[in-house]
């Protein structure tokens, strides 16, 4: 059984920042690329997306965010190892 830390180094999220009306247009975008990224909303003005990822994926990941149009203003603001949640005692 894998530990908490293990689980960790299997989960990246990077957090981009984009205006809120473009959010749809990259969540559709980000569809298109199959088992690239989940996405969550970060914040509740949905300026924020966290991106889950594998360490396998993440270079490619950012390969495509770098593809982006600039149109949709788009800045990585972060990565980080998930933490995971503990559950009971």
Do not use: N
Not at 30 to 38: F, I, N, P, S
Not at 40 to 54: M, N
Not at 57 to 85: C, F, N, Q, T
């Amino acid at each position: 059984m894998a530990s908490d830390r293990d689980a960790a180094r299997d989960v990246i999220i990077v957090e981009v920042a984009l205006p809120a009306k473009q959010v749809l247009l990259f969540q559709a975008l980000l569809q298109g690329e199959d088992g690239l990224a989940v996405s969550r909303c970060l914040d509740p003005e949905h300026k924020v997306q966290q991106l889950w990822t594998t360490p396998a994926m993440r270079d490619e990941l950012y390969a495509w965010l770098d593809s982006l149009p600039v149109e949709l203003d788009l800045h990585i603001v972060g990565e980080k190892l998930w933490a995971g949640e503990r559950h009971g005692g």
